[in-house]
Each structure stands twice: as structure tokens, then as C-alpha cells.
């Protein structure tokens, strides 16, 4: 599984430094290949098919999807799962992550709102995760955006973006225009409101949306349990 709403096994592996980009365009589909060049293992290779294909489910399961079409012709994922995926497996993985996001104070769509360091934030008392992510909030980007600039998943940078908002250490741009994007996206931008006091806006209940796709999983669980 893979999706342009999260950064694909390429992004991970030449970010890591563990595979070049000319071992990558001479052994993409070959996972054979990319082992022999003595970088990478197969039991690594393995762990990132698993966290793209995790991350990328979130991704659509977070956003919305207003058309699709079935494409015969594809090639597929760059690097799928050697023994693949169970899909009740994934599902569930998707809704835990789906919950844990939806129960934090401040969460935020992946898409929707655009960030800015909060004033007088000192990165260098930041972990470099964070520093990195602060770095990156130019007021024009989402979460999904920044994640694809420090190629990290598009579901640790959601929630760390949503727990900075809560400390304090970001804020919500005010119209801003987003930045071009990188890869096509489904879902729409939607920029918060600071109030007079510089604050997180207040926003009604569900206002990131994360929580609304949480009953179209449980159901689509329901009914796979119930199928022979």
C-alpha cells in the first residue's frame, strides 16, 4: 500500500543515507537487488515496507476520498511486504492511530491546517525531532507537508505537531496560502483562527475531522468479521 498523502519507502531509505539514489533507480521492484548492495537487510527492508504500508493507511483513512478508479496497469507498491499485510490487521493498526490522534487535546488534520513556531520558542532546548519539525512550520505547511520535508511518517509528525500545539511550541497560521504541493492531496485546506490573545483557536468538537472517518472503520471491521 502506498499513497501520496505519506512519504514511500524511497523517501525513507535515501533520507536513512542506508541506500544512494543510483542503488534505488537500478533495484527499485528488486528487493533481491537493493540487499546485494550490502546496505540495506532484508529483515530492515521488511520493517520499512511495514511502516510505509501502515502510514500510508492512515493517510487515506485521515483524509477523504471523493472519486477513485481502479488501475489495472499499476505497478504497484516500490517495495511491497515480502509476506504482505493481513487487512484486519491493518485496519485495526489505522483505527488505534485514528483514536490515539483523536484523543489528544489539540489534534490536527494531517492536511487541513498550516503552522508557525509559537513566539519566543528556543529550539536548541528542542530534541532534535522537534527542532527539525519547528524548523520546517513556515506558516505555508501541514503536517503531511513537513513530513514529507524531514521524510519522517506522515503519523508521528501529526501527533508530535498536535502534542507541540499543546505545549505551547507552535501555533496555527492565519491566511496564509499554502505552498504548492509536492504530490496530490484529497483534502482541502482549512487554515484555523488565532483568537485577540495569540492563542490555539477554539474550534468545535472534531473540528480536525480525524475522528469522523473512526466509525467507517469499525463498521468496514464489523462486517469483515462477519464475512466467511
Known amino acids: ?130 527542532r527539525e519539525i519547528l524548523a520546517n512550520a513556515n506558516g505555508r505547511r501541514s503536517a503531511r507537508d513537513i513530513a514529507f520535508v524531514v521524510c519522517r511518517g506522515i503519523y508521528p509528525v501529526t501527533i508530535e505537531i498536535s502534542r507541540m500545539l499543546q505545549e505551547g511550541l507552535m501555533r496555527i497560521a492565519v491566511n496564509i496560502a499554502p505552498n504548492p504541493p509536492a504530490a496530490p492531496v484529497t483534502a482541502k485546506q482549512q487554515s484555523g483562527k488565532l483568537n485577540h490573545e495569540g492563542q490555539l483557536p477554539r474550534r468545535k468538537p472534531g473540528g480536525s475531522g480525524v475522528a469522523e472517518v473512526l466509525p467507517r472503520l469499525l463498521n468496514l471491521m464489523r462486517k469483515e468479521s462477519h464475512e466467511p
Not at 541506500?19 to 537487510?41: C, F, K, Q, Y
Not at 507498491?77 to 484523543?103: Q, V
Not at 498550516?114 to 522537534?130: I, K
Open 1 to 130: 500500500m502506498t499513497s501520496p498523502g505519506a512519504p514511500g519507502a524511497e523517501t525513507l531509505l535515501l533520507r536513512s543515507g542506508r541506500v544512494s539514489e543510483a542503488e534505488w533507480m537500478s533495484a527499485t521492484h528488486d528487493r533481491p537487488g537493493l540487499i546485494a548492495a550490502g546496505n540495506v537487510g532484508s529483515s530492515e527492508l521488511e520493517v520499512v515496507s511495514t511502516v510505509v504500508a501502515q502510514d500510508a493507511a492512515f493517510a487515506i483513512a485521515a483524509g477523504s476520498v471523493e472519486e477513485c478508479v481502479v488501475d489495472k496497469a499499476t505497478d504497484g507498491p516500490a517495495l511491497p511486504l515480502a509476506r504482505g499485510a493481513d487487512p484486519d490487521w491493518l485496519i485495526r493498526e489505522t483505527a488505534r492511530r485514528l483514536t490515539a490522534l483523536a484523543a489528544l487535546p489539540h489534534p490536527v488534520s494531517p492536511y487541513r491546517e498550516r503552522f508557525l513556531p509559537a513566539p519566543d520558542v528556543d529550539p536548541d532546548s528542542l530534541a532534535a525531532n522537534r
